[in-house]
């Protein structure tokens, strides 16, 4: 699972993944998860794509990075995400 974070204007603000989730409970393990705000936690600079990117390319770089989801944007707007098993 995936949540993108975006602005009224369009504009990526960040992400939020499973990975993130499971990296604050595990820093966290003291804390009351509940009081913690995405903003501690989401990912500010997630790995982006041109929605002009030929699939295979996108598909590549997932598998390199061993990563099953890639944000597709231009200049901080959001237009989609792309996950891997839309190609397989």
Do not use: F
């Amino acid at each position: 699972p995936i949540l993108a974070l975006v602005q009224q204007n369009g504009k990526l603000v960040g992400i939020v993944t499973d990975g993130d989730l499971r990296r604050a409970w595990t820093r966290n393990l003291d804390k009351d998860l509940e009081k913690l705000k995405i903003g501690e936690i989401m990912t500010v600079s997630p790995r982006c794509i041109s929605p002009e990117m030929p699939i295979a390319e996108a598909e590549k770089i997932m598998m390199q990075m061993k990563i099953t989801s890639l944000i597709v944007a231009d200049q901080d707007t959001l237009h989609g995400i792309l996950q891997l098993y839309h190609i397989q």
